[in-house]
């Protein structure tokens, strides 16, 4: 089939929203506290609902497209996520977040789901690596300025001047007063919205899903589940997604909380760096890749994550700032490794199994509600103390993984690994 450019692009923007509504609970975590009188643990379970959402509906999602195709998948996907977003704007409050994040986590998931074979077909098998390549750095652009547009829009709105352009005037009038951080979401549904508009008109092609996108039947899933190895990769995707979302969503009250920095301004730019680093190191990770084994890859940046944590856990202000994004840079390339890891592991079922591994984004609910119920009770430094138990298990995954296909590295081309102890 030959190249669709125009359906690449769609995809990658496809890329650049969800990127944008899913990694702004960060910047809002601090927000969300003191506009609802809440507490961490309720803070934390903003992400829970997200991701809880985002896990239970990876799998369904998968049966959808194979059903319904990916074209309809994704309206209603962003149907969802417009109705999520949508629906906190008019109704900022608590409880209305909590409904609004499951939505937006659903609709988000699957079209995570319909994207990455659409990907392939649209820009070519043989150019479909180079093209995930760069759906990652659209995906972590995006990362990046979420929260740099939340930071300009809270302080724009929060201290109004004659020279406001439409746009915050806008925002401004459709925003209660006291709450300028909830203006992101007029621009979530907006955003939302234009794609559903751009997706009913465009022309999709026809995806034949190879064997590793296939959802699979629920033989192949329960067969799966009475594998030792698919439960140790399940957790350790578990782990791995709450190491991610455990470190974001709190590093702006954790600065905020020990060191007085604004999280408006400080706070915000620290999220946006962690998310920054973390997509450059993907790209340093795939030269790491080139040379070494990605165990002994996974075990270095481990400790290189560890290390970063208690600096920024216990460092001065200053080098707190500047630790907490440097976590990201050495969390970068954990989420291929241990995806790559976990399916040269197996022999046959790849996309079911493909398909629990998305199921396992449930840590990102989980860890940050865990994080929270801690700081409640000992303070936030104990609380994030347990990405140690995370980051740890990533580490230890290091040392006990036995693919039977190791990575190629130079010199040495893809070959069966002893699967002995």
């Given at each position: 089939?030959?190249?669709?450019?125009?359906?690449?692009?769609?995809?990658f923007?496809?890329?650049?929203?969800?990127?944008?509504?899913?990694?702004i609970?960060?910047?809002?975590?601090?927000?969300?506290?003191s506009s609802?009188h809440?507490?961490?643990?309720?803070?934390?379970?903003?992400?829970?609902?997200?991701?809880?959402?985002?896990?239970?509906?990876?799998?369904?999602?998968?049966?959808?497209?194979?059903?319904?195709?990916?074209?309809?998948?994704?309206?209603?996907?962003?149907?969802a996520?417009?109705?999520?977003?949508?629906?906190?704007?008019?109704?900022?409050?608590?409880r209305?977040?909590?409904?609004?994040?499951?939505?937006?986590?659903?609709?988000?998931?699957a079209?995570?789901?319909?994207?990455?074979?659409?990907?392939?077909?649209?820009?070519?098998?043989?150019?479909?690596?180079?093209?995930?390549?760069?759906?990652?750095?659209?995906?972590?652009?995006?990362?990046?300025?979420?929260?740099?547009?939340?930071?300009?829009?809270?302080?724009?709105?929060?201290?109004?001047?004659?020279?406001?352009n439409?746009?915050?005037?806008t925002?401004?009038?459709?925003?209660?007063?006291?709450?300028?951080?909830?203006?992101?979401?007029?621009?979530?549904?907006?955003?939302?919205?234009?794609?559903?508009?751009v997706?009913?008109?465009?022309?999709?092609?026809?995806?034949?899903?190879?064997?590793?996108?296939?959802?699979?039947?629920?033989?192949?899933?329960?067969?799966?589940?009475?594998?030792?190895?698919?439960?140790?990769?399940?957790?350790?995707?578990?782990?791995?997604?709450g190491?991610?979302?455990?470190?974001?969503?709190?590093?702006?009250?954790?600065?905020?909380?020990?060191h007085?920095?604004?999280?408006?301004?400080?706070?915000?730019?620290?999220?946006?760096?962690?998310?920054?680093?973390?997509t450059?190191g993907?790209?340093?990770?795939?030269?790491?890749l080139?040379?070494?084994d990605?165990?002994?890859?996974?075990?270095?940046?481990?400790?290189?994550?560890?290390?970063?944590?208690?600096?920024?856990?216990?460092?001065?202000?200053?080098?707190?700032?500047?630790?907490?994004?440097?976590?990201?840079?050495?969390?970068?390339?954990?989420?291929?490794i241990?995806?790559?890891?976990?399916?040269?592991?197996?022999?046959e079922?790849?996309g079911?199994?493909?398909?629990?591994?998305?199921?396992?984004?449930?840590?990102?609910a989980?860890?940050?509600?865990?994080?929270?119920?801690?700081?409640?009770?000992?303070?936030?430094r104990?609380?994030?103390?347990?990405?140690?138990?995370?980051?740890?298990?990533v580490?230890?995954?290091?040392?006990?993984?036995?693919p039977?296909?190791?990575n190629?590295?130079?010199?040495?081309?893809?070959?069966p690994l002893?699967?002995?102890g």
């Amino acid at each position: 089939m030959a190249r669709n450019r125009y359906m690449v692009v769609l995809v990658f923007l496809t890329f650049f929203v969800i990127s944008l509504l899913t990694n702004i609970l960060g910047p809002i975590v601090p927000d969300i506290i003191s506009s609802f009188h809440v507490s961490l643990t309720a803070a934390g379970f903003l992400a829970f609902a997200f991701f809880i959402a985002y896990g239970v509906m990876s799998i369904p999602a998968g049966f959808l497209v194979e059903r319904y195709t990916e074209k309809p998948v994704m309206v209603c996907a962003f149907l969802a996520g417009t109705l999520g977003a949508l629906s906190f704007a008019l109704f900022p409050t608590y409880r209305v977040a909590m409904v609004s994040w499951f939505v937006i986590g659903a609709g988000m998931a699957a079209l995570q789901v319909a994207i990455n074979p659409l990907l392939r077909v649209a820009g070519g098998e043989e150019h479909y690596a180079f093209n995930s390549a760069i759906a990652q750095l659209v995906f972590g652009s995006a990362s990046f300025l979420s929260p740099q547009i939340y930071s300009y829009l809270v302080l724009n709105i929060k201290a109004p001047s004659p020279a406001q352009n439409a746009l915050l005037r806008t925002l401004e009038r459709l925003t209660p007063p006291g709450l300028p951080w909830a203006s992101i979401y007029w621009i979530f549904a907006v955003s939302t919205l234009v794609m559903v508009v751009v997706l009913w008109w465009s022309k999709f092609p026809r995806v034949e899903h190879t064997e590793e996108e296939r959802a699979g039947s629920w033989e192949m899933y329960r067969s799966l589940a009475r594998q030792r190895v698919v439960w140790l990769y399940f957790v350790a995707m578990f782990a791995y997604v709450g190491c991610e979302q455990g470190t974001a969503d709190w590093i702006s009250r954790f600065l905020s909380d020990y060191h007085g920095y604004d999280p408006h301004t400080t706070g915000a730019t620290a999220i946006s760096w962690f998310w920054g680093l973390l997509t450059a190191g993907c790209l340093a990770g795939m030269l790491l890749l080139k040379i070494f084994d990605s165990r002994k890859v996974l075990i270095g940046t481990s400790i290189c994550a560890l290390v970063t944590l208690s600096v920024a856990l216990f460092g001065s202000a200053k080098v707190s700032l500047l630790a907490f994004p440097t976590i990201g840079l050495f969390a970068s390339v954990m989420w291929p490794i241990v995806v790559s890891l976990a399916l040269n592991s197996v022999a046959e079922h790849h996309g079911s199994f493909a398909g629990i591994l998305n199921t396992a984004i449930i840590g990102g609910a989980i860890v940050p509600v865990v994080i929270g119920r801690i700081g409640d009770r000992m303070g936030l430094r104990s609380g994030m103390a347990v990405l140690y138990l995370t980051f740890g298990f990533v580490l230890t995954l290091g040392f006990v993984a036995r693919p039977l296909i190791s990575n190629a590295t130079l010199g040495r081309k893809k070959e069966p690994l002893p699967t002995g102890g």
